[in-house]
């Protein structure tokens, strides 16, 4: 198997003004990974993006994509990715078909039947002009384009966010599933997201930034190993008890939430003590780590 990281980021710098976008980012994915890159709006992914793609150009640092340099390998860079932006716009003029065939143009490559399938799963019409689609539609649309050339790479920016919630569990159950399991192991995925939990079951691995920094790169399973959520009822209201390490602590009359850093068995023996009349543990999901990051961004070794 190709060894050669299919993206790496090394201390990317990106400033408009005096204003750091991204400011030292480093990051790695591995072929065939699903690997999730969120953030808050703002935190700098899209450029980021932007820079692997060479829309923008790094201000310090460097990036590389399937090893080669996006801005002196354009050409070889952009012939085995797709992506899909934030926002997409068609020429108005172009049906569906019309455009399907023009995205079709610039590949080597197009899978026929995926394309046909994926028009009956979306519902398009393929003589529905772009001026007469919704956002979601074009959406779908881009999607479509995105998948049918199979390429090594997609980058997908906020790929499902115009999509009504039925579409959004198809695309990500079947369509990625679908695109990777073709070519196992050799396909990758990169999306930035704020839905994370519609990816929940897909990310292999992830990175959560916040002002253009990271702040925790993790694999997905070792993230949910490390990371859980102890509830406790207690008979009475319980004084406040010293939980050393802990990532957070909600208390509701007798019942208490605890977020644990990788120190669970340690707090649930210390929480026994205390003669809990229940006590359950569970891992938490991505999105609650997302939403947990910056408390742990300050406890991590």
Not at 45 to 68: A, D, E, M
Not at 150 to 173: A, C, K, Q, W
Not at 228 to 254: E, M, T
Not at 263 to 280: N, V
């Amino acid at each position: 198997m190709n060894s050669t990281p299919v993206i790496e980021i090394k201390n990317l710098h990106r400033r408009y003004g005096k204003q750091d976008a991204v400011n030292g980012l480093s990051l790695t994915v591995k072929p065939g990974r699903c690997y999730g890159f969120f953030g808050r709006n703002g935190a700098g992914k899209t450029t980021t993006i932007k820079c692997l793609l060479n829309l923008l150009r790094p201000t310090s640092g460097t990036v590389r994509v399937f090893g080669l340099d996006p801005q002196k390998d354009e050409v070889a860079v952009k012939s085995r990715i797709a992506y899909v932006p934030d926002a997409v716009a068609f020429y108005p003029w172009m049906t569906v078909r019309d455009t399907l065939n023009y995205l079709a143009s610039f590949r080597t490559n197009w899978n026929h039947d995926i394309e046909a399938d994926l028009l009956k799963r979306f519902g398009l019409k393929q003589d529905q002009k772009a001026t007469s689609m919704s956002k979601g539609q074009k959406t779908q649309l881009a999607l479509i384009g995105a998948i049918c050339p199979e390429p090594e790479l997609l980058i997908l920016d906020e790929p499902t966010s115009g999509l009504d919630p039925i579409v959004r569990r198809e695309f990500n159950e079947t369509v990625i599933g679908a695109y990777q399991s073709g070519d196992p192991g050799s396909r990758t995925v990169f999306v930035s997201t704020h839905l994370i939990s519609e990816f929940e079951g897909l990310i292999d691995e992830f990175t959560i930034i916040e002002q253009g920094r990271e702040l925790l790169t993790m694999q997905a399973d070792a993230a949910r190993d490390r990371f859980k959520k102890i509830r406790v009822r207690f008979a009475q209201p319980p004084a406040k008890f010293d939980l050393p390490g802990v990532l957070n602590v909600k208390q509701s009359g007798r019942e208490v939430e605890i977020l644990a850093n990788g120190t669970s068995d340690e707090l649930i023996a210390k929480l026994k003590t205390y003669q809990p009349e229940e006590l359950q543990t569970e891992s938490l999901t991505l999105e609650e780590i997302f939403v947990a990051s910056n408390h742990i961004a300050k406890t991590k070794s």
